[in-house]
């Protein structure tokens, strides 16, 4: 029973997730589409939007990682702290092989675990972004390879 019931979190973690990547595409989608109209309206609207829910699909897939494997899952928002947590050595190994195989490998592309960090809390600090006069970086490329990969590891563990 108490098996189900973490396949089950971590099954209701994986469609919060879809979700929210769903809308993201949508988002880009939309941009592509209309940017000519105002260029850097949809740049923003894009840059706040996919990258805040890039951001939280990855957190949601890292927790029902965390649920699947252990009955847990760490709170927060920080996805350094969510894919650094010892049990989840395996799928860091994964993404930072698979991270190291596609594009980033040359030697000016900055390091898994660099993008990682400056992604980290990216979607606390974008929501509070008019809070402030700093802007935030996004690597799109880099959310968009997080949230796949792990909706994609996920997806197979829970035999979707």
Known sequence: MANNQHHKKASNFYEQAMYFLEAAALVTKECKANSQKNPRAYNNFEYVIVGTHHAFAA?????????????????GHDLTKLINHEMCADIRAILESKFNDSCHNSPNSPSFHNL????????????????????????????SFLGQELKEYLKEKLNI
Do not use: A, N, V
Not at 117 to 138: A, G, M, N, P, V
């Open 59 to 75: 957190e949601l897939l890292m927790k029902g990682i965390m649920e699947l494997k252990t009955d847990t899952h760490s709170s």
């Open 116 to 143: 990682l960090k400056i992604h980290s809390q990216h979607f606390e600090k974008i929501r509070y972004t008019c809070e402030t006069d700093q802007s935030s970086y996004l690597d799109m490329t880099f959310t």
